[in-house]
Each structure stands twice: as structure tokens, then as C-alpha cells.
């Protein structure tokens, strides 16, 4: 009901009281489908705000508007500097005009997604604010201007099709009526309840309520929110509550798409690490292929670039690819790399499932935290924190990555700056060292468990570790030193991962990922 013909009647008389003898100062636009008017009046500068957007067209009158220094531009220029005589309504039309002295009128037209603003000199339109309603430059005051009678006699009339004729009645009052039980009613009944209705829609008050479909306003004098005695703040105070709900909404349902997309890829993202994992955990080929070479290294000719081996235990011949320029040991260890590169792949794989998962977990939480918003400063704190999850904001990189095995938390440092951090920021004094001898390679560490020794297995494992991710990887055996961390110390000007071990022991381990 923001828009309607008997809310303009009362607004013109509230506008022509405060605007008649003043002048047009200013009138321009600095977003897309608004207009802002300043007037200056005897008592104070006033502003006129329309905004026209294709879903919702509304004026306000704020008690002052900030007129940007850039992307802005002057509309309606022969308006400026002219006086207002008058403020009238077109008689049952959801528009009024400014008369200015000239005799020139500045016509708002609210209808609906056609909302306009016009330019008219001399009794026809010269100019548009929307420009692309190009029939609107046939229009005039006279062809708004409509005949309805509020009588019996015409509501009788017309009492097989009333919204037709009575276009006054907007979609709010109809839905009104047919709360009230308009349709079931006997026609002289309905004619009372019109009456009833037509009377507070002449004498209305202002109110602002809340719905399931948003922030309305209402002259019907229904249970509000809010209420006023003033048309003009009326107005203003229910467009800036439909802006800040829109506002409001327009952030969530962003927020609420982007979290669903950003679920719905990373639900495919983990699905395709699944199925490939799935893949390489069901074959090991490269490991039989050697084992079967290794067994059989008298049989394979110099040169031969195929052998046929028969499976240990299926008994089935298998034919393996050779390379005629390597010696039948050299080719089972090309199998053995190959075979061992596939395990860091299903390690890598199993990590980037586990941080899928985690991720999954997460943006499901935040989107069910979502749902559950209502106020917009916890929209606000949760959009920031948003950022952080989804929006391009990595989380903090850690300089380790780490598995578990046996119970027992095992972290490898990334690189020898890493390899610092790690040992010195991110172990406990208790906690258990690694590090390849003699060699560089990452620091490794297996967290110290309150009133649990250290197995020998998961001692044994960690030693593999620390082999692997070192430079003598590619050796059958390495060997590592192992201490407490209370025991590790850095000097001052070592190199980035050089440190000193004191009471270590050294232990042999076969590189293993």
C-alpha cells in the first residue's frame, strides 16, 4: 500500500504544506533506477529519494542526503532553479506532480514495475527518467486521471468483477477483504464490508508490519509494528526498513548459494578421490611384477623386451613388459619405484580425502548455521568469518603433515625452515625425534602419549619416515638417529633445519612412505 492513490492524497497535502514557494536546487541520480530532488524551503533544505526498481518502487523523504563527488549525473536540468506552487494527486491514480510556477509539472507515476518519473512542458511529456518506457511520452495528467464512483449503486454494478473497476483497491486491500470473508458473504454484506474498508482507506493509518513475506506497509489500521501520524515519515522509515531487509536477504541467499556450490564440489571433488583411491588399493601390479622378476631373474633372457611369468598364487600366466637395454635386476627395481610412488599416491590420496571430508563437514555446519541467522550483525560476523572458509582466504598453512599409526601421532616436516618450526614450535619436550643420519631430510616426530612408552613398531615406522623423506630414500637401508626432542637444540646462525642432537641413538630402517 506504499504506492497507493489514497496514501499520494494524503502525502500531497503534507508536501504541499512544506514545499509550496520552494525551489528546485538540485535533482540527480547516483545509482541505477533512483532519483534524488532537493528543494530549498524557507525552513530547511528537503529531499525527495524515488526509487524505481523494476521490484519495488517506493519514495522517502530523509532529512538529508550526501550527494557523491563522482558517478553522478544532473537530471530534469529544466526544473532547477523553478519554483513549486503546488503538490497535487491525479484523482484516483497511484501518481501526483510538482506545479511549479511556470506551469510545468515534475509527474511521479508509482505504478508498480513501470514506475516513472516525467518531464512536462506545456501539457505534454518532454522528457523521462526511465527512458526505455517509451509510451509513457503519450501520457498526461488528463489520461492518468480516472472516473470511479464509491457508490452503492456502482459497487453493485460492478460486483461480478469489483478489482476491475475499483483499481484504487490495490492487491493488499483485495487480500484484506478476502481475509475478512469477502467471497462468502451476501452482497449486501460485502457492500458493508467496502464501506467499512472504504472509509479507513480515507482516513487511514500509518503502519509498518512484518510478514512471512517481508517488511509491508498498511492503511488499514491492522495490528503493526510500527505506527505514525505523518505520511512523509511513514514513508521514509518503511524505505529504509524494506531496504535494509532486502539487504539483509540479498546477503543470505548469497552467502546460502555460495556454501551449496562450494558443498555440491566438494562433495564431487571427494567423490572422484574415492573412486581413484578405490582403484589403486585394488591393484598392486608393479610390486607383483617384481617380486614375480625377482624370483626368476635366471629365466629372463638379455635383451627380452616381454616375459611370461606364472603367478605365485593364482598359477596364471603374466606377461611383463621389460626394458631391453636394463638387466633383469635393474627392471625389478623400475617396478619397485613404480610400485612405491603408487603408495605416495594412495597416502596423498588418503590425506586429500581426509581434508575433503573435513572441509564437507565444515561448509555443512556453516550452511546449517546459516539457516539459523535472523539478525543482520550476526549476518555481518558470519560473512567475515565466511571469507575465511570459502572465500579465496586460506586457512594457516602448517609446516608438517602427519599420519597416525598404533595410536601414535607421527608429523613430518615439510621443508628445513619447516623442519624449525616444526621441532621447535610444535613439539613437546617428551616427545620423540627422528632425523636420517648424516644426510639432509625432514625432521620427523611421533607426540609423546602421558603414561605410554614408545612401541618398537611405531619407533620402526617412524624411522621409515624419516629414510623416506630424506636423501637417502633410494638406499635399502638408512640410518636414522633417535632421541627425545628435549634433547635437540639450534644454534645460533645454523642453516634453516640444522640442529644439534644430543643423547641419540642410532637405529637402521628400510625407506617406506
Request: one cysteine or more.
Amino acid at each position: 500500500m506504499h504506492n497507493s492513490y489514497f496514501l499520494f492524497r494524503i502525502l500531497a497535502e503534507e508536501l504541499r504544506s512544506c514545499l509550496r514557494g520552494g525551489v528546485i536546487s538540485q535533482c540527480f541520480s547516483q545509482q541505477k533506477d533512483e532519483l534524488v530532488l532537493q528543494i530549498e524551503t524557507a525552513g530547511k533544505t528537503f529531499f525527495i529519494r524515488a526509487l524505481l526498481w523494476p521490484a519495488f518502487s517506493c519514495l522517502s523523504f530523509p532529512e538529508s542526503f550526501h550527494r557523491a563527488g563522482k558517478n553522478t549525473i544532473d537530471l530534469f536540468e529544466p526544473a532547477i532553479g523553478r519554483r513549486i506552487d503546488d503538490v497535487v494527486t491525479i484523482e484516483n491514480d497511484r501518481s501526483f506532480y510538482l506545479l511549479l510556477a511556470s506551469g510545468d509539472q515534475l509527474l511521479f507515476k508509482m505504478h508498480g514495475n513501470r514506475s516513472n518519473i516525467l518531464w512536462i512542458e506545456n501539457g505534454r511529456v518532454k522528457d523521462l527518467f526511465k527512458k526505455q518506457l517509451t509510451t509513457d511520452l503519450d501520457l498526461s495528467v488528463e489520461k492518468l486521471r480516472k472516473d470511479i464512483a464509491y457508490t452503492r449503486e456502482a459497487f453493485f454494478q460492478n460486483l461480478h468483477n469489483p478489482a476491475r473497476y475499483f483499481v484504487t483497491f490495490d492487491k493488499a486491500v483485495w487480500q484484506y477483504l478476502q481475509a475478512k470473508g469477502f467471497e462468502e458473504k451476501s452482497n449486501n454484506e460485502k457492500w458493508l464490508l467496502f464501506s467499512e474498508v472504504l472509509d479507513r482507506l480515507n482516513n487511514p493509518g500509518f503502519g509498518i508490519a512484518g510478514s512471512k513475506q517481508g517488511v509491508r506497509f498498511t492503511l488499514l489500521n491492522e495490528t503493526t509494528t510500527l505506527t505514525f501520524a505523518s505520511a512523509v515519515r511513514a514513508l521514509t522509515v518503511f524505505h529504509g526498513k524494506w531496504l535494509a531487509e532486502y539487504t539483509f536477504n540479498r546477503t543470505r541467499l548469497k552467502a546460502e548459494s555460495h556454501l551449496k556450490s562450494e558443498l555440491a564440489a566438494t562433495l564431487r571433488r571427494l567423490e572422484q578421490a574415492r573412486n581413484s583411491l578405490h582403484e589403486l588399493q585394488q591393484q598392486d601390479a608393479y610390486r607383483k611384477y617384481a617380486d614375480l622378476l625377482m624370483a626368476n631373474l635366471h629365466r629372463v633372457p638379455p635383451g627380452s623386451t616381454e616375459i611370461v611369468i606364472r603367478d605365485f598364487e593364482t598359477g596364471e600366466p603374466v606377461a611383463i613388459r621389460l626394458k631391453p637395454e636394463l638387466s633383469p635386476q635393474k627392471n625389478a627395481e623400475v617396478y619397485y619405484r613404480k610400485s612405491r610412488n603408487r603408495l605416495i599416491e594412495i597416502q596423498k590420496l588418503e590425506e586429500r580425502i581426509a581434508g575433503l571430508s573435513s572441509r564437507h563437514g565444515q561448509l555443512a555446519r556453516l550452511l546449517q548455521e546459516l539457516s539459523q541467522i535472523s539478525q543482520p550483525e550476526a549476518l555481518r560476523l558470519f560473512s567475515a568469518r565466511l571469507k575465511q572458509h570459502v572465500s579465496g582466504t586460506s586457512p594457516a598453512r602448517l609446516p608438517y603433515h602427519e599420519i597416525v599409526f598404533n595410536g601414535f601421532t607421527i608429523r613430518i616436516g615439510r621443508t628445513a625452515k619447516d623442519n624449525d618450526e616444526l621441532t621447535l614450535k610444535h613439539a613437546h619436550k617428551n616427545d620423540l625425534w627422528l632425523h636420517a643420519r648424516d644426510v639432509p631430510g625432514s625432521h620427523v616426530i611421533v607426540r609423546h602419549l602421558p603414561g605410554k612408552p614408545f612401541p618398537k613398531e611405531v619407533i620402526e615406522r617412524a624411522a621409515q619416515l624419516a629414510a623416506w623423506y630424506s636423501k637417502r630414500k633410494t638406499e635399502s637401508l638408512c640410518p636414522v638417529m633417535v632421541t627425545e626432542k628435549k634433547y635437540v637444540r639450534k644454534r645460533k646462525g645454523d642453516a634453516p633445519g640444522l640442529v644439534i642432537a644430543d643423547r641419540s641413538r642410532t637405529i637402521l630402517a628400510e625407506p617406506k612412505p
